[in-house]
T-cell receptor, first 113, second 113 residues
Framework: GAGVSQSPSNKVTEKGKDVELRCDPI?????LYWYRQRLGQGLEFLIY????????KSGLPSDRFSAERTGESVSTLTIQRTQQEDSAVYLC???????????FGPGTRLTVL | DQQVKQNSPSLSVQEGRISILNCDYT??????FLWYKKYPAEGPTFLIS?????DKNEDGRFTVFLNKSAKHLSLHIVPSQPGDSAVYFC????????????FGTGTRLTIIP
């Protein structure tokens, strides 16, 4: 069966531009998570969706970051006015919900020049 | 504030020997611990987990030990195989929270044939 997919796999953008990253979770998974991994660091939690609502946005680094989820499926993470420190691999994960394993996508590598 | 710490960035082990990866945590609310394995250009894949009511969980060649009083866990791989070469992340969550995972910075394991 299909796993978590993310697009694009790589994105190079110029400082100040907006970017949109997409995540398609495993069908039927109600929980969806966004993480990012900056070079040499561990994965850093950004936001969690249960269904279409986001009970925990505490990891979003600034108001330039936003995310939405529609139809309890696809989610998009938007970064406005990108900065060089936004360069990272952005990972999406989904799960069946409480107490279940999180399955990760391959990530989107974002490079801000 | 790094709540999950993996103090060894890298580890090399001879094929056939035991690999021991260590992880420490500081947040006493964590009650569920996981190990993920990550190959280059792929998302992390779940390996093994342990809940705080146990002190050991075994799955084939992989065993995770939890010492709650020391806030320490370890992953043992025996015997180590070349395919085990990857980056291993320790993660923790509060199962009655929103289940966001807090990750360590990872340990790169290299198995020497």
């Amino acid at each position: 069966g299909a796993g978590v997919s993310q697009s694009p796999s790589n994105k190079v953008t110029e400082k100040g531009k907006d970017v949109e990253l997409r995540c398609d979770p495993i069908s039927g998974h109600t929980a969806l998570y966004w993480y990012r991994q900056r070079l040499g660091q561990g994965l850093e939690f950004l936001i969690y969706f249960q269904g279409n609502s986001a009970p925990d946005k505490s990891g979003l680094p600034s108001d330039r970051f936003s995310a939405e989820r529609t139809g309890e499926s696809v989610s998009t993470l938007t970064i406005q006015r990108t900065q060089q420190e936004d360069s990272a691999v952005y990972l999406c994960a989904s799960s069946l919900g409480r107490g279940n394993e999180q399955f990760f996508g391959p990530g989107t590598r974002l490079t801000v020049l | 504030d790094q709540q999950v710490k993996q103090n060894s960035p890298s580890l090399s082990v001879q094929e056939g020997r035991i690999s021991i990866l260590n992880c420490d945590y500081t947040n006493s609310m964590f009650d569920y611990f996981l190990w993920y394995k990550k190959y280059p250009a792929e998302g992390p894949t779940f390996l093994i987990s342990i809940s705080s009511i146990k002190d050991k969980n075994e799955d084939g060649r992989f065993t995770v030990f939890l010492n709650k009083s020391a806030k320490h866990l370890s992953l043992h791989i025996v015997p180590s195989q070349p395919g085990d070469s990857a980056v291993y992340f320790c993660a923790a969550s509060a199962i009655f929270g929103n289940e966001k995972l807090t990750f360590g910075t990872g340990t790169r394991l290299t198995i020497i044939p």
